[in-house]
């Protein structure tokens, strides 16, 4: 196979593989927050309107949130990246006998002798002088450059699609039952993103299972706590 078959590929699977653990992540943020919420709610009142207006604006908050909290951040690696990329061009243009040295002296440091890593360096610059100081000094791809848009998308249609599974259970649940099948939902739904994420990180699967389903516990025992310190129902 080909370098130039293969590098695509390669940057094309890691960067779905980051969509993927950035998807697990905003549906696991949306099971915490939004069943914590509705949770706590119910906890001190069942009114059942007042548990939909506070999954309600949570999902709406929280949604929102993360998709600007990701557009912010990914936009602000994407200026970084696009700025030493400008910084590569003018520099190959400007000086690039000092470029030549500098790549070669990179694979010196991975441990090609100072022969093979110059051949190395002057084929990679005949062949594409940016892409080949990009990837050695930064290890990026221009082609791969991250998308905010993408990002902001991703992160809050993951989120909506955790946060909906405790705020449907609560809603469709009998009163007696909303808040143990509430918990036993997201506590399940947690198991399953921490499965996932630990899948695609190839750790172990029992290890980010407990420690999700704790943090997600926790949580939720917090705000069912302080709920029914105002539980409205007490005469």
């Known amino acids: 196979m080909s370098i130039e078959t293969f590098e695509p590929n390669r940057g094309s699977h890691l960067t779905r593989l ?11 943020d949306g ?13 001190a009142t069942p009114d059942i309107g007042a548990v939909t207006i506070a999954g309600a604006a949570g999902l709406a908050a929280g949604a929102i949130s993360m998709g600007l909290g990701e557009y912010v951040s990914v936009s602000s690696q994407r200026d970084s990246e696009l700025a030493l990329i400008e910084k590569e061009k003018f520099e190959l243009r400007d000086q690039p006998e000092v470029e030549l040295a500098e790549l070669q002296s990179i694979y010196e440091h991975k441990g090609l002798s100072p022969v093979t890593a ?3 360096a002057k084929e990679l610059t005949a062949s594409d002088p940016i892409r080949a100081h990009l990837e050695a000094e930064f290890n990026i791809l221009e082609s791969h450059i991250v998308n905010p ?13 955790g946060a909906l599974l405790p705020f449907l259970t609560i809603l469709f649940a009998a009163e007696e039952f909303r808040i143990p099948a509430t918990i036993a939902a997201s506590i399940i739904a947690l198991a399953g993103t921490g499965a996932a994420g630990a899948y695609l990180g190839r750790s172990s699967m029992l290890k980010s299972v407990i420690r999700v389903a704790v943090g997600g516990s926790a949580a939720l025992a917090v705000t069912f706590a302080i709920g029914s310190l105002f539980n409205t129902s007490v005469a």
Request: avoid cysteine; aromatic fraction near 10%.
């Open 18 to 28: 980051n969509w993927l653990r950035a998807g697990v992540l905003g549906a696991n």
């Open 149 to 161: 848009w993408h990002a902001a998308f991703s992160s809050t249609g993951s989120f909506l699609a």
């Open 118 to 120: 110059k051949r190395v």
């Open 31 to 43: 099971i915490v927050s939004i069943s914590a919420l509705v949770v706590g709610v119910a906890a």
